[in-house]
Nanobody
Framework: QVKLVESGGGSVQAGGSLSLSCAAS????????MTWFRRIAGKEREGVAA????????DYVHSVKGRFTFSRDVAQNTVYLQMNSLKPEDSGMYYC???????????????????WGQGTQVNVSS
């Protein structure tokens, strides 16, 4: 049974940092496209970052490039999202999702993902 459990959310001031974790079970993270999404109040779920099964390719939504870093620990079957220089507009619920195979150009389409975590809340105050 596939399970994804996020942690690490919290409240920080603008300019601060948070590190999110997503512990996976029921599959190996190096066999599937792993992604982070967020839902900001009043908006559609947005793809934030993706990592290919090989771990050699990552992609980010433009608004977080240079501030967020996606990494993973295959031995721990866990992926991470290091978020630096946080802005109030980064506030929202952050979700981990696992795709079926490779990421592809359409990785940010939430409809492609069947397996989701429960989310972790990030609040950035100005």
């Amino acid at each position: 049974q596939v399970k994804l459990v996020e942690s690490g959310g919290g409240s920080v001031q603008a300019g601060g940092s948070l590190s999110l974790s997503c512990a996976a079970s029921g599959f190996s993270i190096n066999t599937r496209c792993m992604t982070w999404f967020r839902r900001i109040a009043g908006k559609e779920r947005e793809g934030v970052a993706a990592m290919a099964p090989s771990g050699g390719l990552t992609d980010y939504v433009h608004s977080v490039k240079g501030r967020f870093t996606f990494s993973r620990d295959v031995a721990q079957n866990t992926v991470y999202l290091q978020m630096n220089s946080l802005k109030p507009e980064d506030s929202g619920m952050y979700y981990c999702a696992a795709g079926l195979y490779s990421c592809g150009a359409e990785w940010s389409d939430a409809n492609r993902y069947r397996d989701w975590g429960q989310g972790t809340q990030v609040n950035v105050s100005s």
